[in-house]
């Protein structure tokens, strides 16, 4: 695994969206807490461009992340948001670069197809909060992006939950947003979970959706070999007239009881205001205990 090397300060950090569209006036407060932080930020030249909901048409965000990737002066690139349109880029981009001048690509959500592709490709990448949240975000979720960026190295804790399965597993991290993995199935993006740990978080999702994503992920080997499983946030729901009967949760427990690998739930990352980072591809120690879980890269 090709892991990026941290920033210093004075670093140049690029801002793109690979999605949807975003104004200077959303974006100003995190340019400040960027240069706070010590940091150059470089924006895509096509980050304020729009068609429709897109920041851009698909050729603008592409040339945007082409230019990001290629240029050596940017040590990081950040996704200012997410959205939808990530996976209407991802075969246009030649990753080849990136290979040999690795950064931090770094985003959630719809990110996840960034993060997926480039887990195949061998290359680790920084599962994070954007900067259309920056103000919403917790001290604890912005504290958790710099200090990974600046690679400093500190364990994320999180308390007991009931449904929760003990254990300690040392194993690569991988996954993001549940309904953007379940979309990549069969595609050249799709998730690796042999011998890792798998992260998923959803918003805003059909309780019975919940089930068949899982129910398809189950039925192709996605938890045969897995070493554990993190469940993020599972924020804002939703049920049918005819209700569903069980939480996320409950349906994500029922889906896993025939395995042994540990796992826990209510972990503080995705869709929410404490939305801790977490490297995807980084070997990492995830130990799950009754007194709460620790997660250590």
């Known amino acids: 695994m090709i892991i990026p090397q941290k920033l210093k300060v004075g670093d140049k950090i690029g801002l793109i969206s690979t999605a949807r569209k975003i104004s200077l006036e959303e974006l100003n407060p995190a340019i400040l807490i960027l240069e706070s932080w010590g940091l150059k930020v470089a924006l895509g030249a096509n980050l304020f461009s729009t068609d429709n909901q897109f920041s851009g048409t698909i050729q603008q965000r592409s040339a945007d992340l082409k230019s990001m990737i290629d240029d050596k002066t940017i040590k990081a690139i950040l996704c200012v948001r997410g959205g939808y349109g990530t996976v209407q880029i991802i075969d246009n981009i030649d990753f080849s670069k990136l290979k040999n001048n690795s950064k931090w690509i770094i985003g959630y959500s719809d990110i996840t197809v960034l993060h997926s592709h480039l887990n195949n490709l061998g290359i680790a990448s920084m599962h994070a909060t954007m900067p259309i949240n920056f103000e919403k975000n917790t001290k604890e979720s912005l504290t958790s992006l710099k200090n990974s960026l600046f690679g400093i190295e500190k364990s ?120 801790r980072t977490i490297r995807f591809g980084l070997t990492s120690v995830l130990e799950i205990t009754e007194n709460g879980v620790s997660l250590s890269q």
Do not use: Q, W
């Not at 009931?162 to 549940?178: D, S």
């Not at 979970?193 to 068949?212: G, P, Q, S």
């Not at 045969?224 to 939703?238: E, H, P, Q, R, T």
């Open 156 to 275: 994320i804790e999180c308390k007991a939950h009931p449904f929760n399965r003990f254990g300690k597993i040392k194993a690569e991290i991988v996954g993001g947003n549940l309904s953007v993995l379940y979309s990549l199935l069969g595609s050249d993006s799709d998730i690796d979970t042999d011998d890792k740990i798998l992260f998923i978080e959803d918003l805003d999702e059909y309780l019975y959706h919940i089930d068949r994503m899982l129910m398809n992920l189950k039925r192709n080997g996605k938890f045969a070999k897995l070493k554990g499983l993190i469940v993020g946030g599972m924020s804002d729901m939703n049920d049918n007239d005819t209700p569903y009967g069980k939480t996320a949760e409950e349906i994500i427990s029922e889906h896993t009881k025939g395995y042994d690998f540990p796992i826990c739930f209510d972990f503080p990352a995705g869709h929410l205001e404490d939305n």
